[in-house]
C-alpha cells in the first residue's frame, strides 16, 4: 500500500524556519514526482514545490522561490521542505503527494494521486 506520513509542522513566529518530512512507503521514489501542497483556510489547495526523481527537476511557486527549498532521501524513501522566512500568508496545512511518471512542473496546475494527511503550519506575527 502507497503511504505518504507528514511530519514537522507547528507554531512558528514570523521570520522563523521549520523543515517538514514526508516518510514514504509501499513505493520508492524512482520515476516519482513528489512534493508539497498546501491549503490554507477558506482558500483551494495549491502547489508549493516538488521534485521529479527521474531528473531532479524541481518546481517552487513564485510566492516560496528562494525562502523554501525541496530535497529529498532517496535512501529513506523521504521528502523534505525546509522553509525559511516564514510568514503568516505560509500558513496552511501542508500536505505530501506524489504520483509516478509526473512532471514536477504539473505541481503548478493540477493534483498529483497520492496524498498524505496533512501537516499543519501556523506562522504567528
Known amino acids: 500500500e502507497v503511504q505518504l506520513v507528514e511530519s514537522g509542522g507547528g507554531l512558528v513566529q514570523a521570520g522563523g524556519s521549520l523543515r517538514l518530512s514526508c516518510a514514504a512507503s509501499?513505493?520508492?521514489?524512482?520515476?516519482?514526482?513528489i512534493g508539497w501542497f498546501r491549503q490554507a483556510p477558506g482558500k483551494e489547495r495549491e502547489g508549493v514545490s516538488c521534485i521529479s526523481s527521474s531528473d531532479g527537476s524541481t518546481y517552487y511557486a513564485d510566492s516560496v522561490k528562494g525562502r523554501f527549498t525541496i530535497s529529498s532521501d532517496d535512501a529513506k524513501n523521504t521528502l523534505y521542505l525546509r522553509m525559511n522566512s516564514l510568514k503568516p500568508e505560509d500558513t496552511a496545512v501542508y500536505y505530501c503527494?506524489?504520483?509516478?511518471?509526473?512532471?514536477?512542473?504539473?505541481?503548478?496546475?493540477?493534483?498529483?494521486?497520492?496524498w498524505g494527511q496533512g501537516t499543519l503550519v501556523t506562522v504567528s506575527s
Open positions: 509501499g513505493f520508492t521514489f524512482d520515476d516519482y514526482t
Open positions: 503527494a506524489a504520483e509516478e511518471f509526473a512532471k514536477a512542473t504539473m505541481c503548478g496546475y493540477r493534483y498529483l494521486e497520492v
